[in-house]
Nanobody, 125 residues
């Protein structure tokens, strides 16, 4: 069974940068996608970014475009989320997810069947 393990969260000042990693073990999503979602306190889980392994195509939420980037290393079954120009509103638990979404469900959390436990990102001075 595939497991996803996130790392890289922590405390960062506004305007700072952080890179999250998500490693898949016990399998891969080579024919699917791996994504990042986040959940802030008192809010619903929201889509952040996704990457299709087969095509390399990526999609980002409007709220992070121009600041975040998703990339991956298929030799390591690992996806990364590079976060720049962080804002206080980026504070959340960030979850990695893997699955086989179709184009219309790429940003839907229900399309991803395997989830990591999450890593906390706190943006504060």
């Amino acid at each position: 069974q595939v497991q996803l393990i996130e790392s890289g969260g922590g405390l960062v000042q506004p305007g700072g940068s952080l890179t999250l990693s998500c490693a898949a073990s016990g399998g891969s999503f080579r024919n699917g996608a791996m994504a990042w979602f986040r959940q802030a306190p008192g809010k619903e889980r929201e889509f952040v970014a996704t990457k299709r392994w087969a095509t390399g195509a990526t999609r980002l939420a409007d709220s992070v475009k121009g600041r975040f980037a998703i990339s991956g290393d298929n030799t390591k079954n690992t996806v990364y989320l590079q976060m720049n120009s962080l804002k206080s509103e980026d504070t959340a638990v960030y979850f990695c997810a893997g699955g086989y979404p179709i184009t219309s469900t790429l940003t839907s959390h229900s399309a991803y069947r395997v989830w990591g436990k999450g890593t906390l990102v706190t943006v504060s001075s």
